[in-house]
């Protein structure tokens, strides 16, 4: 393979990781540790050239790729010796612990999230101990799992969410898993998305679609280390940036046939609490 065609390929390939990020060139070219200019070289149409040794393992070490990969030596984007899928044990309904970890790895990057049921970051302690069923009572260990639902989500951090709007009208209803949840916590609940969705827009930004016409599972894509979907006392684990980039693509497809875009969530939203207000 001759040197424009492996810079030809490097090119793609990292413009490939800047866009799964969601990071800016300045930043990427920041935490490889190159500046602005070096970087607009080495992605510049017309250019024959690569980076330094040091410079592709920091990047193959921070987005979770092989060299070969960026040079094109493979197709397959994992890192060398590493497994691309694995399964992580998940006794607990909250793993806080491992949700913590995947979203410090990725930090700076895009999350892209469908939830299981409510979206973690948008649940009250009532929808908390709820979901946790008889036995979890205790008012304290139930403010503890509330406080770190946002698994340390700092400043700054992009997410997107994609919802199924039968998600919240089953909730207006109080039908499946709802029923029985009485009904000033189910308006509390919807007005209490409403302050949240609110509060963190544009960072965050939630995307209706009709769970009828589009199927998914309920899975985590962290940037560009992992896609990780929830399978209930399990989570399956993909580190390859060929699955990842597709579960992206299933994502991008999950927006595009959202009805309900994220500047319309609030409204949406507030007509759903006047519903159950008129009850």
């Not at 793609?12 to 500046?35: H, K, N, P, T, Y």
């Amino acid at each position: 393979m001759s040197k424009r065609l492996i810079s030809q390929v490097f090119q793609q390939r990292v413009l490939s990781l800047i866009q799964a990020s969601s990071r800016s060139r300045s930043a990427f070219a920041e935490e490889i540790g190159v500046d602005r200019s070096a970087l607009s070289q080495l992605l510049a149409e017309d250019a024959v050239r690569l980076p330094r040794a040091d410079t592709l393992v920091r990047i193959a070490r921070r987005y979770n790729v092989s060299v070969d990969w960026l040079l094109g030596m493979t197709d397959s984007a994992g890192a060398t010796g590493g497994r691309t899928t694995e399964v992580a044990d998940n006794p607990d309904y909250y793993n806080i612990p491992l949700l913590t970890r995947w979203h410090a790895e990725a930090e700076g990057m895009k999350i892209r999230y469908v939830p299981y049921r409510l979206p973690d970051i948008l649940r009250m302690s009532e929808i908390v101990a709820w979901e946790l069923g008889p036995g979890h009572d205790d008012p304290e260990a139930i403010e503890t799992i509330v406080s770190k639902l946002d698994y340390n989500r700092g400043p700054g951090t992009d997410m997107e969410i994609c919802l199924p709007t039968q998600t919240v009208t089953s909730l207006i209803d109080g039908v499946f898993p709802w029923d029985g949840l009485p009904v000033s916590i189910r308006r509390a609940q919807i007005e209490h998305m409403v302050e949240q969705v609110e509060a963190l827009y544009p960072s965050l930004r939630i995307f209706l679609f009709d769970g009828r016409r589009q199927h998914t599972v309920p899975y985590t894509i962290f940037g560009t280390q992992r896609a990780a979907i929830y399978a209930g006392s399990q989570y399956i684990v993909f580190n390859d940036q060929t699955t990842i980039q597709q579960m992206q693509r299933h994502f991008d497809s999950l927006i595009r046939q959202s009805g309900i875009q994220p500047h319309e969530v609030s409204r949406w939203l507030r007509q759903a609490a006047l519903t159950i207000r008129n009850r």
